[in-house]
């Protein structure tokens, strides 16, 4: 990690968030090993360097997906939420993590600000780039993001006006957890990895991003995802409802970053297929979102 763009006290409390969840009950976390004068990290070369357990298993839901296994990903998620929740912060670890048990969603504000953000003019030079784009097969893709942008966005960005005036209880959550994130051996999950992105949220975000990349649009799948979760963490009617919110902005938001990333910022990418993969589901599930209204 780039020592520059890490805050010393950020990631310390996010080695001991990541320690306590494991020692509650959720050994699929790999907890930084601590040297012998109790720092799970050092500094050298300009760069922050830990160490930590391989967790076993295979990103490779996608590969072989079934419900016993969508389940066991839910349910696990929901003990790590259980286990959160119970963390006590320092103070000085509190601007990153902290337990509320009701306030605004700091996730859906910040996504109200991106979708605001996305103005015409953006998404015009946007488009106006992709002709002389060198990657042909990002076009289609890129394009049917585009197209389905400004008929989804107005939608969207009157329900978050709604939902981030809603108190939910807030905790540590994972916010970066999808597909790629879970391990599995067989039908179990034996690793959560690469927790960076944690930070305090509602439960909600963590729900829809998961849910979005396991089960895509098939509404049973996420059903059954939800009982599973519940059974091990009830979840109320504020954050249900806040569920489908995170879904939908964070599903608009994914196809403008792809794109800022690859014409903007000029990105490369290792992974190509990966890549259109991604990006091709993006715009198929905003392509039925725009066509439900």
Not at 3 to 24: F, I, K, N, Q
Not at 75 to 100: G, I, T, Y
Not at 101 to 117: N, T
Not at 131 to 143: C, G, K, M, V, Y
């Amino acid at each position: 990690m780039d020592a520059s763009t890490v805050d010393r006290e950020r990631l310390a409390g996010l080695h001991r968030l990541v320690a306590h969840v494991h020692d509650r009950g959720v050994p699929q976390m790999a907890v930084p090993l601590a040297a012998s004068d109790g720092n799970t990290f050092f500094e050298t070369q300009g760069c922050f360097w830990q160490l930590e357990p391989w967790m076993p298993g295979s990103a490779d839901f996608i590969a072989r997906p079934s419900e016993q296994r969508l389940r066991a990903a839910l349910a696990c998620l929901a003990r790590w939420h259980v286990a959160a929740a119970s963390f006590v912060v320092r103070p000085h670890e509190s601007p990153w993590f902290f337990v509320s048990p009701r306030a605004r969603s700091p996730g859906l504000k910040e996504r109200a600000f991106q979708i605001e953000r996305w103005r015409s003019a953006e998404c015009a030079l946007l488009r106006a780039r992709l002709p002389a784009l060198a990657w042909q097969e990002f076009e289609q893709p890129a394009l049917a993001v585009l197209d389905a942008f400004p008929r989804v966005a107005p939608r969207v960005a009157a329900s978050l006006k709604i939902g981030i005036e809603a108190d939910v209880p807030l905790q540590p959550c994972l916010r970066d957890i999808w597909h790629d994130h879970v391990l599995f051996t067989g039908e179990a999950v034996t690793g959560l990895i690469d927790p960076h992105a944690a930070r305090t949220d509602s439960v909600a975000a963590d729900l829809a991003r998961l849910l979005d990349t396991l089960a895509g649009d098939d509404r049973n799948q996420w059903d059954a995802g939800l009982a599973s979760y519940q059974e091990v963490r009830r979840l109320s009617a504020a954050e249900l409802a806040l569920i489908e919110l995170f879904d939908q902005s964070g599903l608009l938001l994914s196809g403008m970053n792809w794109l800022d990333w690859h014409l903007v910022n000029k990105r490369t990418f290792a992974n190509r297929d990966g890549v259109l993969a991604r990006l091709t589901s993006i715009a198929a599930r905003l392509q039925r979102l725009a066509d439900q209204a």
